[in-house]
Every structure is written in structure tokens, then in C-alpha cells.
């Protein structure tokens, strides 16, 4: 992932919301004085050599996505016909449809190739190098050979509109019933939010406003986390009249 420099953007690493992924996730906030997060999550999803698992299986993605904005983006190693018309075996790819389909996100691939391979004498291609985002892809293409690094995937250029967000076709949750939870619920509620805050300092006098911002956030985020847990989603239909 690259950001451009001379904007005043501040980019900053979110280890804990990537933690037991190792290098395989790496999620930042990116963010200009007073302007909104908008949140870049670089995915490279690959088996690990030793345990034959895929590290960011074991994330909460629940977590990780941020309704305020949020971009994955990176090599996804995932075949589906959902972004590859040539795909005739699925494979990998099951777990990353269903985060799109219950998220939202839009795919920002139009079919193009991103992935070419040899083996023996049989040349392949195909689409594994994803952007998915819950904010519109306003541009999304592959950079001329003149941007080449040599690997066996292309580089893509994308953006996205930071303030606008496409209201999708389908059910999108819109709170949660606090209501129906049970003592069981609030108390892994409790236990689960615990968790969450052993990695955070406490805000003291001398925080600057910026770190405040970045903590108000880390706490809405939190609170949706161990909600989605532990409480029942309540949702709408966006084709519904209000």
C-alpha cells in the first residue's frame, strides 16, 4: 500500500485490530487534521507454511470494518466468479463473499486480470488482487507497465468518496435490541469490552486533541464490537419505505 506524501495526511498503524494476523493484515487510519478516519485494511491472505491455516481467519472482522469508512485492499488469493468471470473452481473465496454480502461492500474490480502465472508449459490469469469498501469506489484501474515491480501481479490505482456512502439493495443493520439481552449476554458484554481495553492507555491531561480523536474512535468501534456479539442486529430493508 502506498499513500501520497504532501497532503497533510497522517497515516497511523492499528496493531490491535490486526493482532494474530502477523504481517498477513495490516490496518491504518488515515486521516487529515479535523477530517474524517478512513480506515485502509492491506490483506495478503496466504496459508501459513507451518499450521496449513490462513492467518486472517482469525480475526473479527466485525471489528476491523469501520462503518465510518473502510477499505480492503491487497492480495486476496480468493477465486470466485463474484469478481473473475473466467472462474470455473471457486476456491478460498467463501468467507470473503460472505463479508462482502453482509457488509455491504462494494467491489471495486471490473474483471480485469491482475494475477498471471506459469506452470510447466501453461500460462494462466486471473483476479485474486481485490478492493472491497463500504464507501464508492470512484476509480478503480491498472497501472501502465511503466509502474511495473517485477512480481507476477499488477499494481491498481484506486479512490474512493470518503463522504458518500452508496446505500446498498439489501437488509443493513441500523442499531441493535438492547431489550432482548439476557444477564448472560451483558455479563460476556463486560467480560468481551474488559478485553478489548487492556491494550489502551488511559487519557491523561497531556493528550493532544488528535490523540482524544483517535481514542473517541477506538471506543465507538469497541462498543459496536462486543454489540454485534452479543445483541441482536436490528435491520431495515433500503428498498423499505421509512
Not at 500500500?1 to 504481517?23: C, P
Not at 487529515?32 to 507451518?50: A, C, L, P, W
Not at 467463501?94 to 501453461?122: A, F, K, P
Not at 486471473?126 to 499488477?154: E, K, Y
Request: some cysteine; proline content about 0%; charged content about 30%.
Amino acid at each position: 500500500m502506498a499513500v501520497r506524501k504532501g497532503r497533510g495526511l497522517v497515516v497511523d498503524e492499528q496493531t490491535d485490530l490486526s493482532r494474530g494476523a502477523n504481517d498477513n493484515v495490516i490496518v491504518t487510519h488515515i486521516r487529515s487534521t479535523g477530517e474524517k478516519i478512513m480506515r485502509i485494511v492491506n490483506i495478503h491472505d496466504q496459508r501459513d507454511t507451518q499450521s496449513g491455516e490462513r492467518q486472517t481467519g482469525k480475526l473479527n472482522w466485525q471489528r476491523v470494518i469501520r462503518h465510518g469508512g473502510t477499505v480492503h485492499a491487497g492480495d486476496f488469493n480468493a477465486h470466485s466468479g463474484w469478481w473473475d468471470p473466467r472462474c470455473r473452481l471457486q476456491r478460498n473465496a467463501t468467507s470473503w463473499e460472505t463479508l462482502i454480502d453482509e457488509n455491504g461492500l462494494e467491489v471495486g474490480n471490473d474483471g480485469q486480470c491482475t494475477h498471471y502465472w506459469t506452470r510447466e508449459d501453461y500460462k494462466g490469469e486471473s483476479v485474486i488482487d481485490l478492493t472491497l469498501a463500504n464507501r464508492l469506489i470512484t476509480n478503480w484501474f491498472i497501472l501502465a507497465d511503466d509502474h511495473a515491480t517485477g512480481s507476477d501481479q499488477d499494481v491498481i490505482e484506486w479512490e474512493v468518496d470518503a463522504h458518500r456512502q452508496e446505500e446498498a439493495d439489501h437488509e443493513r443493520a441500523v442499531g441493535w435490541n438492547l431489550a432482548e439481552m439476557t444477564k448472560e449476554d451483558a455479563e460476556d458484554a463486560e467480560k468481551l469490552l474488559a478485553e478489548l481495553a487492556k491494550v489502551r492507555a488511559h487519557l491523561d491531561a497531556e493528550y493532544t486533541e488528535d490523540e482524544v480523536e483517535q481514542e473517541a474512535a477506538w471506543c465507538q468501534e469497541a462498543m459496536s464490537g462486543f454489540l454485534n456479539a452479543t445483541a441482536k442486529k436490528i435491520r431495515i430493508c433500503a428498498k423499505s419505505k421509512r
